[in-house]
């Protein structure tokens, strides 16, 4: 139902004088300039998470603990699952007490012979020589009546010779056994025993290294996005266990036609919309062209990175939502350039309050709307019936009211560089 005119009228002009009515608002104004900018258009993009890792399980076994929910954020290396491990430390503890036993054995052969044992060893190479010469003097007694005197027998002789070579050798043995404790183990002995305990230190190692994947965690900072598996379940190697997903970060990924895709560099700052938070405008950098080319659409992705904002524990841009990205296209044109501070956003809607005379030689203000075009630094297009020469609003503009009166702190001074033209980055 369509209002009368001179109602319409009475709206207008009551709502006008509520706003005159409204002591003046402290502001800060800046000009409006134009300059030479790229032609660009909107391209459709898709917001991606700028890594994502399905995390699987290295060993096979039953899951004891989930310490995340979908949704929830990890850091890097914190525990997010644990698979059971009673089996795995059982077999740990029988390598470490392996390992000890030849670590041991290696040092008792470092170490070398202690003084008891050596003192050992020498008494009893002493009492095989004592023996030895007891024996040889017999067997010299029993040569001479045997062979001089003709008093003893042959058998007896012959059992004096032999007892005394047996003695001699015991000697020998027990002085060469004594010589070996004197100079200690030999230095291959020492290397075997030392290869043993090294083995044995990497079978260690091993089964530790095989603990620590007993745990899941994850590689870097983000959010779970999926779990595949809980508590109770049984978790075959390699199987997948939970998605993790960085936000901080995000690429907002679209994709370019062939004959535009020149116009696009690698570290050009581009505006992007995105339609579930139609009240922020966000900016990004491009960094990465990928050349190659859906053969199908004959487009070319490019990626655009923000810088998330996380509010209360949630990231703001959420991977896969619907997003615009402004990118240049080839071709220049003059464009009304005005700074990011001045716009006015809500409802996917962008306005800009300027400035305009008012009675009694007060300043007032009106609220334009307008169509967002290229970025260029703290810079924007935009598009709308602004009269030349216009000033807007960068500060104080979130609380004001068309046609109220303002009071101007300050004025900012010109945008464009005055020693190169104003252009869109590319």
């Not at 030689?361 to 709307?369: A, H, K």
């Not at 303002?406 to 560089?417: D, F, H, P």
């Given at each position: 139902m369509k209002r009368p005119l001179f109602l319409s009228a009475l709206l207008a002009i009551a709502s006008v004088t509520t706003a005159l009515a409204q002591p003046a608002a402290p502001v800060v104004i800046a000009p409006l300039e134009e300059a030479e900018v790229s032609s660009s258009q909107a391209f459709?993009?898709?917001?991606?998470?700028?890594?994502?890792?399905?995390?699987?399980?290295a060993v096979a076994g039953r899951v004891s603990e989930f310490y995340f929910d979908e949704g929830d954020a990890v850091e890097a290396g914190q525990p997010i699952a644990q698979i059971l491990t009673e089996t795995i430390k059982l077999q740990i503890a029988a390598a470490q007490a392996e390992l000890e036993l030849r670590t041991a054995e290696l040092e008792e052969l470092k170490n070398g012979s202690r003084e008891e044992e050596l003192a050992q060893s020498k008494a009893e190479m002493m009492s095989a020589k004592a023996r030895k010469d007891y024996l040889v003097a017999r067997r010299n007694r029993t040569a001479d009546l045997y062979e001089t005197r003709r008093v003893s027998s042959k058998e007896e002789y012959d059992e004096a010779v032999s007892?005394?070579?047996?003695a001699s050798e015991a000697f020998n043995a027990a002085e060469a056994a004594h010589g070996l404790m004197v100079k200690g183990p030999r230095i291959e002995k020492i290397a075997q025993a030392q290869a043993r305990v090294q083995v044995q230190e990497a079978v260690v190692g091993e089964l530790e290294d095989k603990l620590k994947k007993y745990t899941i965690r994850s590689r870097f900072n983000g959010?779970?996005?999926?779990?595949?598996?809980?508590?109770g379940s049984w978790a075959e190697q390699g199987a997948d266990m939970v998605d993790v997903v960085e936000l901080d970060e995000v690429d907002i990924t679209a994709y370019v036609a062939e004959h535009h895709v020149p116009y696009v560099v690698l570290g050009a700052e581009v505006r992007i919309d995105?339609?579930?938070?139609?009240d922020r405008i966000f900016t990004g950098t491009v960094v990465a062209i990928v050349p190659q080319a859906d053969v199908r659409t004959r487009t070319f992705p490019v990626k655009v990175r923000v810088t998330n904002e996380i509010q209360h524990g949630v990231p703001l841009l959420k991977a896969g939502m619907l997003a615009r990205v402004q990118l240049p296209t080839g071709g220049t044109k003059q464009a009304l350039l005005c700074p990011k501070d001045a716009l006015v956003l809500g409802a996917g809607k962008a306005a800009v309050y300027i400035t305009a005379p008012g009675p009694?030689?007060?300043?007032?203000?009106?609220?334009?709307?307008?169509?967002?075009g290229?970025?260029?630094?703290?810079?924007?297009?935009?598009?709308g019936q602004i009269p030349p020469g216009s000033q807007v609003v960068t500060r104080g503009n979130e609380r004001l009211r068309p046609g109220q009166a303002?009071?101007?702190?300050?004025?900012?001074?010109?945008?464009?560089?005055p020693t190169s033209t104003s252009r869109a980055p590319r």
């Open positions: 459709v993009a898709t917001v991606m998470p700028r890594r994502e890792a399905v995390i699987g399980s007892a005394a070579e047996a959010y779970i996005s999926r779990k595949h598996t809980d508590v995105v339609s579930a938070i139609p009694d030689n007060t300043t007032i203000v009106q609220l334009v709307p307008v169509q967002l290229v970025t260029s630094g703290d810079r924007i297009e935009i598009i303002i009071n101007v702190l300050a004025r900012t001074e010109s945008l464009s560089s």
